[in-house]
């Protein structure tokens, strides 16, 4: 029987861009999928919850810390992104987050192993640039829970800000 794993958390990057959402990818340069282009993905560690591991992983591969004023909102996504991987026999579910910075951020990659590279996908583009449908999915309800800003699922899926009192 395949294990059931729930130790990889996903955390979408979005600004507002000329031509509507921009989602952040970057360029993996460890394995497994060296050369592709992903979002924020990171392993959640002893002791930590889903929501912390987010908010770790922002910081070390990104430079997206508790506190900066570019960080302008944070949510958990709906949708676990359930996948199996073979070779380790599991089956992954995988909590998802989104974190909205100011459209002038930039990622800072420096001392970043895993990564050598950032993109911004313009929403247009989804399908074209991100390698997995579950990807283009979260990125699409990302689009869609911020339509309905100040919405009551939009409030009950936004997240307290880092080092900041609640929203």
Known sequence: MPELRSDIVDVYIVRAGEHGPE???LRR???PLSGTWQPV???????????STAVRELGEEVGLRAGDAAWLAFWQLEDV????????????LSPRFLAEVDAAWSPNLAGEEAHDAHRWVNAN???KRFMWP????ACEEAIGLLAMRGSELERALRLSL?????Y
Do not use: K, N
């Open 125 to 127: 583009e989804l399908a």
């Open 134 to 137: 579950g990807q283009v999915r």
């Open 81 to 92: 992104h359930p996948y199996f991987i073979a070779r380790l026999d599991a089956v992954m």
């Open 29 to 31: 340069t460890a394995e």
């Open 23 to 25: 989602f952040l990818q």
């Open 41 to 51: 993905m990171g392993h959640v560690e002893s002791g930590e919850t889903a929501i």
């Open 162 to 166: 880092p080092g900041r009192s609640a």
